[in-house]
């Protein structure tokens, strides 16, 4: 009995359906791109200072530069180790007093500034910014600075908690349905979450996109390696991938040209209800439709392959089943990721693999956002470097294996991030950075790779995660491991 493998070697492993479904779902990928590292532009925190009733008025009728305007009004450094006074701090001073003159006006209350008595901005902030973010739409800095730093672990938790949720529901009710479900709940709390009305609405609405994004992201991924055969899954996974370095550039340019972050936000979000149209533009996975005895349907799917391919399907399609397999007649748990000592120790190292990855690539351009020069320009190349790190995963793959990779990458990646410590020129950091953004960026497409290929396929199928791969891996195992 021919399963979906051989099928798809008769009718086409990578032929024009195939080829067709994986742009249309390469743009989820890019879609998702602003959800993951928005912050960057969406929580961008400008210089500011503490809003000082009178200031303005005085600044005018002197007629003020902004620099001395600055350096009449606003408090300069404080004691080693503290805060930029500045920022957080204001003189507690009446600037509508006709007593002060437009030369060095504080010098009529005391001899010296240090003496003056500070408070906190009691009536908001002022941005050196033309445009908005929710940083300075909703004041989060000084004491309120940790809320921007909640708002991406929200998103970071919805991933996290979203995973597992939508790994469960593509197996129950299939990969289109999961997908659709996702796009559409996706793209109405991007929508209100760029009308919040407060802080903690957008924050909802942001923990509510991070708990669908992630695994609307892993659908697509699941449909399209399940669509092709065995010979172009891999580099469909890694271009899969690569489509979402495409997200960041794209987005880089939207950023420019639309510095206020609603509109931003609204321009990531809306497109995303035209993902709605795969409803009639993608298939439901006959790898699945076979596992639920929907053998029908699945065979439908194949010949409609067959016929986009330009190929006449086999004679013996009707016969179409699931890969046989004793393994899978197990019923398999998340325990088995930890039944044996060998799957112990490759989980335990996976584990640790993801989570030193996802922590160092999102610090890296949390880094960018935090102390760029030129964010958008820095942002840029920093994306573009991801464009060289998959081409390299690309060649490597075959030819080297996973191992030696996935360590070299590794190994660059965190000698980059050590060496920036001790950097002090902008142009050298970013420089060593953009490095390190393309070992980690090998990296992750390695772990990808292997965590699909080190597991016998009844525990990838029980992983929640790892929901993205459901077939069978035709591949040895790696050396090394």
Not at 218 to 228: D, H, P, Q, R, S
Not at 364 to 382: E, K, Q, V
Not at 398 to 412: E, Q, T
Request: net charge neutral; aromatic share 12%.
């Amino acid at each position: 009995m021919p399963t979906v493998d051989d099928i798809l070697e008769h009718v086409g492993e990578f032929g024009w359906f195939q080829k067709q479904a994986f742009l249309i779902l390469c743009l989820l990928s890019a879609a998702f791109a602003p959800i993951c590292v928005g912050i960057v532009f969406l929580g961008f925190t400008p210089d500011h200072r503490c809003h000082s009733p009178g200031v303005a008025e005085l600044s005018q009728r002197c007629g003020w530069s902004p620099a001395e305007e600055l350096n009449y009004t606003v408090p300069g450094l404080g004691p080693a180790g503290e805060a930029f006074l500045g920022q957080c701090r204001r003189y507690e001073v009446d600037w509508n007093q006709s007593a002060l003159s437009c030369v060095d006006p504080l010098a009529s209350l005391a001899t010296n500034r240090s003496h003056l008595p500070l408070g906190p901005c009691q009536d908001g902030w002022v941005y050196d910014t033309p445009g908005s973010s929710i940083v300075t739409e909703f004041n989060l800095v000084c004491a309120d600075s940790w809320k921007l730093d909640l708002f991406q672990s929200c998103l970071n938790a919805g991933f996290f908690f979203g995973s597992l949720g939508v790994g469960y529901f593509a197996d129950r009710f299939g990969r289109k349905l999961c997908l659709l479900g996702t796009v559409l709940v996706n793209a109405v709390s991007g929508v209100l979450m760029a009308f919040s009305p407060n802080y903690m609405s957008m924050l909802l609405f942001r923990l509510l996109q991070g708990l669908v994004s992630k695994g609307n992201w892993m659908a697509g991924y699941t449909l399209i390696t399940e669509f092709v055969g065995s010979g172009s899954r891999r580099t469909v996974a890694i271009m899969y991938q690569m489509a979402f370095t495409v997200g960041l550039v794209a987005l880089t340019g939207l950023a420019y040209a639309l510095p206020h972050w609603r509109w931003l936000q609204l321009a990531v979000s809306l497109p995303t209800f035209l993902f709605l149209l795969y409803y009639w533009c993608v298939p439901e996975s006959p790898r699945w439709l076979l596992s639920q005895k929907r053998n029908t349907e699945a065979i439908k799917i194949m010949d409609h392959i067959a016929q986009k391919n330009g190929k006449l399907p086999p004679a013996d399609l009707k016969m179409l089943s699931l890969e046989e397999d004793v393994t899978e007649k197990l019923s398999p748990s998340f325990a088995d990721l930890f039944r044996t000592p060998r799957l112990r120790k490759r989980t335990f190292i996976l584990m640790y693999l993801w989570f030193t990855a996802s922590v160092l690539y999102q610090g890296l351009i949390l880094h960018m956002g935090a102390t760029s020069g030129n964010l958008y320009l820095d942002f840029l190349y920093s994306a573009l470097v991801e464009i060289p790190g998959a081409f390299i995963t690309l060649i490597t793959v075959d030819r080297v294996g996973r191992i030696y990779p996935m360590a070299v990458s590794n190994l660059l990646a965190g000698a980059a991030c050590l060496v920036m410590i001790f950097i002090s020129l902008h142009w050298l950091n970013i420089i060593i950075m953009c490095v390190g953004r393309m070992g980690i960026t090998i990296a992750i497409q390695m772990i990808c790779l292997v965590n699909a290929e080190l597991y016998p396929t009844f525990v990838r199928k029980a992983k929640p995660k790892e929901n993205t791969i459901y077939l069978k891996v035709e591949t040895s195992e790696p050396s090394g491991t």
